[in-house]
């Protein structure tokens, strides 16, 4: 398994509730199109963690990078319903960190 991590901020703080209805609006039209395979989404709790990671941190599961290149070439057309979804959590994220970590040792490594 491949996990994209996104670390980031928001806006507008008060709208917290707002851009996680967002994210899980967004990345679940993607899961149901079968880009990927699951999605989390987190926040720092009590302030605790590397302030230049931001608030938030959303993991995105893909089985393999294809599944992943699929989605941001969808994304990248910027039409239809995907962007409708993308909108949001793309006007509302901001000090975006994102980062791309894989099951190790994964079942093509030579053991």
Not at 66 to 87: C, P
Request: charged share 25%.
């Amino acid at each position: 398994m491949n996990y994209y991590h996104i670390w980031c901020d928001i806006r507008d703080t008060m709208k917290d509730v707002e851009f996680c209805r967002a994210v899980d609006a967004y990345l679940g039209h993607l899961q149901r199109l079968g880009h990927l395979e699951s999605f989390t989404i987190t926040r720092r709790k009590f302030g605790f963690g590397p302030v230049e990671l931001g608030d938030f941190h959303i993991i995105i599961e893909v089985r393999d990078l294809g599944k992943l290149d699929d989605a941001f070439q969808l994304v990248a057309g910027r039409s239809g319903e995907v962007e409708r979804l993308h909108g949001p959590v793309w006007g509302a994220a901001i000090n975006l960190k994102t980062a791309l970590y894989r099951d190790f040792p994964g079942t093509e490594r030579a053991q």
